[in-house]
Structures are given as structure tokens and as C-alpha cells.
């Protein structure tokens, strides 16, 4: 008796199973399946940072209207500030869902929009000027999401606890993590010890700990959308670790974020800090969560490339934007009709007249007195 006798549905099964149509439609089902998880995390992404920059104006403005009242009330008083931090924890909650969708590796980079989207929003809250600069960046920003999003590895992890679990205990990471403590404990004594306040060094502290922040959102967040569509993982011991960890690093990294921002102004520390925080965003997808196991080069490459378009859009948006609203800060003594200058209005700050103002006599003569000096 032939095996097709014997078993027809075992063979009826391999022959459906061989069959390459059928292979094809299952691939391209699984595919696309994939596809509308990744589209609905880098959805939830974009807005998240669009609404954060839309809070952040919002913000600013209600500390603008407060400012140029004639008796000012505190800040967390007004609706108009309350209503930002509302929408500023909307965005996000967005993008912590966000990484329970989607790879690391693709949402970390598109912080860019709310940087970007900050400039657009800016101009119809704060009344700030539209310049060259800003829309130049936002097209490079554009440009360099399009490619992030195209080219970033399309996979589809399942982040259950025994996945992290897993990844936990990797030599991968163990290595990883070594050489990360070892830097950060190295940078941290030349910042406490030898009082090094360099704005590389601060911000270097702050992606170091970004890194863990971002490995352990994704656990946490993949942990409680793997409990909604499929099993329960919270009640195992490495959520609440890795919710520890979540919670510890935030705080830290604000705390260094905010020296930053007390020394240097924020034009400077926003797109280094975005980059910072990128890069090392990246580098912990990448080991952790193994996102481009199996990848072309070309595609590294143009990912690559999209993530130096959205560096360089940031740095165009930010550059010089707090310069142009200092307010003047001396008097121009030149511009005094029948008045000529005939020495520097600041002294030499080597001098022991530094911040004080030259002796009118000295230095401001009348062209009546000019005459008779001749």
C-alpha cells in the first residue's frame, strides 16, 4: 500500500505544506502583519513627539504671560501650564506604548519630531520668526524619518519576561554592561572629583544612562502589551526589575540633564543631547535586543545615513535660536547726538574699572570744547 494510502491527510498536509504558493501567502500574510504593527508604533512615535513639543510651547508661553503681569502668580496656578503638562504626559505615553510596537532602534531616532515640530509650533504660540535655517532642517529631519522608517530592521519580537529574561543573562550584554559602568564611574569621578563641567562629559553620563532607560522601557512596555494580546508576564519577578531600573535611571538622568542645562543654554544641549541619547539608544537595541541580527550592510548603511540627516535637521532647527532674542544689554553712547566717543565704553576686563562706566568728562566731549581745544 502506498504511504499515500496509509496516511493521506500526513501526506495531503506536507504536500500543502511544500507547496510554494502556499508558502508564499503565509510569508506575505506574516509580513504584513508585521508591517501594520511597526506603522501603528512609529504612529504612535510621531504624535507622541509632536504633542510633547506642542506641550513644551504651551509651557513657555504661560511662563511668558505670567512674566508680564503686574503681580504674577505661580506657575502650577495656571490652567494653561497645567493643561501643558497634561498633553507633555500624553506624548509620553505615546512613545512609551510606542516601543512596546516597534524596535528601538526605530523609535529612539524619531525623537527628531519634536525638536523639529517644536520650531512649527513656536512660531504660532511664541511668535518667533520662520528662518531659512528651521526649514532647511525640517526637510533634512523629514528626509532622514522617511529612510528610518523604510530602512529600519523590520522584525517582530514577542518581548515576554522569559524574553528578557533571556537577553538578561546574555554574554552580550554582560560585556556591554561592564564596559558601560566602568565609563560612566570613570566620567563621574573627573565630574564629582575633579569638578569637570564640560557639556561632553555631562552629557555623556546622561546617554550612558539613557541606554538602560531605553532597554528597560521596552521590557517593560513589551511586557504589558505581550499581557494584553496574549499571556499574563506581570507577575514575574523581572517586570518589577526592570520597572526599578526604569524608574532609577529617569531620575538620574533628569538630575545630570538639569546641570547641563544650568551650565550651558539650551540650543547647545538640545541636539547634543539628542544625538547622545540616540546613539546610545541604538547601540543598546542593537546588543540587547539583537534588532539588526541578520542585516543587509546597505540597509545599515542607509539607516545610517537617515539617522545623520535627522542629527543634522535638529542641529539646523536649534543653531543660534536663544541669540536672537537676547535682549541689549549696554547702552550705545555713539548714537547720542553732538556726543563723540573718545574711549572704549567697557574697560579692559584685565583693568581694576572693569563694569564700571568711563568718566563722561574723559571721554564725551562736545564739539564746542573740541574747538576750543584747538
Known sequence: MSPSNEHPGLISFRMDWLDPLAVQGTLTSSYSKSLKIHLFGVLLAILGNLVISISLNIQKYSHLRSAQQEH????????????????????????FVAYGFAPVTLIAPLGCMSVTGSAITSVMFLRENLRASDLIGMTLALAGT????????????????????????????????????????????????????????????????????????K??????????????????????????????????????????????????????????????????????????????????FIYLFGCFLSFLGVVLVTRNREKEHLPQSYIDFGNVPGKQILDKIQPDSSGLSYGTLPDGSDSIKSPNEEKKGV
Open 72 to 95: 504674577p502668580r505661580p506657575y502650577f496656578r495656571s490652567v494653561l501650564w497645567w493643561g501643558g503638562v497634561i498633553l507633555m504626559a500624553l506624548g509620553e505615553t505615546g512613545n
Open 146 to 217: 522617511y529612510l528610518l522608517v523604510n530602512f529600519a530592521p523590520n522584525i517582530t519580537q514577542a518581548i515576554s519576561a522569559r524574553t528578557v529574561q533571556y537577553y538578561f543573562v546574555g554574554w552580550q550584554f554582560m560585556i556591554y554592561m561592564i564596559l558601560e559602568i566602568l565609563v560612566f564611574c570613570i566620567l563621574l569621578y573627573f565630574h564629582k572629583r575633579k569638578g569637570m563641567k564640560h557639556i561632553v562629559i555631562l552629557l555623556t553620563l546622561v546617554a550612558l544612562l539613557a541606554s538602560v532607560t531605553v532597554i528597560s522601557v
Open 219 to 300: 521590557a517593560v512596555s513589551g511586557m504589558i502589551t505581550f499581557s494584553v494580546m496574549d499571556k499574563m508576564q506581570l507577575t514575574y519577578p523581572i517586570f518589577y526589575i526592570m520597572c526599578i531600573i526604569m524608574i532609577a535611571s529617569c531620575v538620574f538622568q533628569v538630575k545630570l540633564l538639569n546641570q547641563a542645562t544650568k551650565l550651558y543654554n539650551t540650543a547647545t544641549v538640545v541636539p547634543v543631547n539628542h544625538i547622545f541619547f540616540t546613539i546610545s539608544a541604538i547601540i543598546a537595541g542593537i546588543i540587547f535586543y539583537q534588532e539588526f541580527l541578520g542585516a543587509a550592510f546597505l540597509t545599515i
